[in-house]
């Protein structure tokens, strides 16, 4: 093989799937057979039934995305329910999940399928370490004030 024969090549994009069913088998599911497909945490949450806050939520995500034409991104939507499972119809929709402080903004894409809203928004500032303070050792006792 030479070069030419390497970049003339078409870059062959690997398909979603989760758990062996493709996407637009996944949209097609009914609630009952997407909840054989979850996980075991999944399926005894939906199991137990959805509260009215999960159902106003996906109806609101509904309203988003039919009042979006074509090719175009539905308006965010925000929310508290961090503990909501992302399920196939939620696809495409922007949601703002509330972290404590503000609402963080985030596009539901495949992958996302069967985590929740609250694993894309952290709640905590990562600690940046910077140098030592006085009193970290005895070797930073005399750190000069100016």
Known sequence: MNFKDITNKKRKFKKFSFRGLG???????????LIKVLDA???RKFKRG??????IFIQKLRH???????????HPVGTHLRNML???EMIGNQIGVY????FNQIEIRPEMI????GEFSITYKPVKHG???????????FVPLK
């Open 23 to 33: 996407l637009e088998d996944l949209i097609d599911l009914s609630s009952k057979d």
């Open 41 to 43: 945490r999944g399926r």
């Open 50 to 55: 959805l509260q009215q806050k999960p159902i």
């Open 64 to 74: 988003a995305k039919k009042l979006t034409s074509s090719y175009e991104k539905p």
């Open 86 to 88: 992302i399920v196939p």
């Open 99 to 102: 972290n404590g402080k503000a």
């Open 114 to 117: 069967g985590h929740y809203l």
């Open 131 to 141: 140098r030592p303070g006085v009193g970290a050792s005895s070797s930073s006792k």
